[in-house]
Nanobody
């Protein structure tokens, strides 16, 4: 079993920045994907960014150039630096870990990000 503990999030004005962190613990395989999804009430959860244990990164188009995902493999921790935040970035952000060829999928508890003046 794997546990994901998120931190960060909160209220920020448009144009501001926030940093999310997610620490994974438990039975973690050497090859995995860690990433961030977000969900607005009434809508589907969508991918924001993902990074593999080998360092391959993928971003959702709307966050490219504004968000940066990184990971500390030794600490099994993934970060999401969010800059130039917009009101449409407001959502609950969830940490995600996938391993074992996608058969094992784990989610964090979610952290609220609100971008508003």
């Amino acid at each position: 079993q794997v546990q994901l503990v998120e931190s960060g999030g909160g209220l920020v004005q448009p144009g501001g920045s926030l940093r999310l962190s997610c620490a994974a613990s438990g039975r973690i395989f050497s090859f995995n994907y860690m990433g961030w999804y977000r969900q607005v009430l009434g809508k589907q959860r969508e991918l924001v960014a993902v990074v593999t244990s080998g360092g391959v990164i993928n971003y959702e188009d709307n966050v490219k150039g504004r968000f940066t995902i990184s990971r500390d493999t030794a600490k099994n921790t993934v970060y999401l630096q969010m800059n130039s935040l917009k009101p449409e970035d407001t959502a609950v952000y969830y940490c995600n870990l996938r391993q074992n060829a996608g058969r094992d999928v784990y989610w964090g508890q979610g952290t609220q990000v609100t971008v508003s003046s």
